[in-house]
């Protein structure tokens, strides 16, 4: 008796756990409006020119992306530091860094290179094999 | 949790046993182990995550190469941005669709759950099908892949997320014949939650590509 009803607990407990892991139509929602906002809202600083400095545009619109993306983790993918143990949010802090060495480290490392090389006309360009 | 059943093992142990044998404990400490599936789902995780460093690898080319024109025509030239901003829109509602899919098929409801895959699916194949139109445009116009260092790097990293999308749509169309077949088997629950994190990473990727590459190309162009 005791062994069932403990059972039936158990199976409820699953089904409430397994019902989070999806989350819910409120946070699809949330998500969704929240990304609309974040995706309209660069598009509008570029086509309409709203900086006059284009490098401080390009700075606000990754911001803006580095949030869309965070939005995207939690409302959508439902990231958690709980879920799987935490395993999911390690492989992700790993391959976070992995990320931003390989983009950070190229465009740095490339663009030293690229101030040593020749300087090459569109001329000389148009004249390649 | 273990705790408790160490205390009750304690209770319970035969007098023989506390002479000189230690009784088996079990540290049973992984809190997930009544679900098969979710193996599968840190596995797929971790799969993602290696996809996310081949989009890397090709977002640092991009980045390299993103100014090497070769006396080419510049994003300012090509990119059409309210195209770009109707897929992201398009990608983003096919986000949304596939969650509400997940809710109704976790309330077993399967007309309602086929229906927004369906859905899913045509807001895939409406993406694609610009993604395609603006490659033949750009191509028919001389900026293919082989015009300049930036245009490879760009086929490259945009090819790439679009042949995703194209096989998410192949795994979404194999979903909608598996769900009838077989019903809401833990099976298929499984095979919906992995298909659902492939389809928002791939929305994830496409922020980093209309940021990086459509965006920040016209920008600074």
Known sequence: MSAQAESEHHDADE?????????????YLIGFVLAAVLTAIPFWIVIYDVFRNPKVGAVVILIFAFVQIVVHMVYFLHMNSKSEGGWTVLALIFTAILVVITLAGSLWVMSHLDANMMPMSP???RNMP | ???????????????????????????????????????????????????????AVLFATYGVLSRRYAAGPSPADLFDLPLVALNTALLLFSSITYGVAMLEAEKRRMGLTLFW????????LAFLGIELYEFHHMISEGAGPWRSAFLSAFFALVGTHGLHVTFGIIWLVTLMFQLPMHGFIPENHRRLMCLGMFWHFLDVIWIGVFTFVYLMGVLLA
Do not use: C, Q
């Not at chain 2, 506390?18 to 079990?26: I, K, N, Q, T, Y």
């Not at chain 2, 895959?117 to 895939?124: A, D, H, I, K, W």
């Open chain 1, 123 to 125: 001329e000389h360009m």
């Open chain 2, 117 to 124: 895959l369906g859905l899913t699916g045509v807001f895939g």
């Open chain 2, 1 to 55: 949790m273990t705790a408790h059943t160490e205390n009750r093992l304690a209770e319970n142990r035969p007098a023989e046993l506390d002479a000189g044998a230690e009784a088996p404990v079990f540290y049973d400490t992984d809190e997930h182990g009544h679900h098969p599936e979710s193996g599968t789902m840190l596995g797929f995780w971790i799969y993602l995550m290696s996809d996310a460093l081949i989009f």
């Open chain 1, 15 to 27: 089904h409430t756990h397994s019902g989070s892991r999806h989350g819910t139509f409120k946070d």
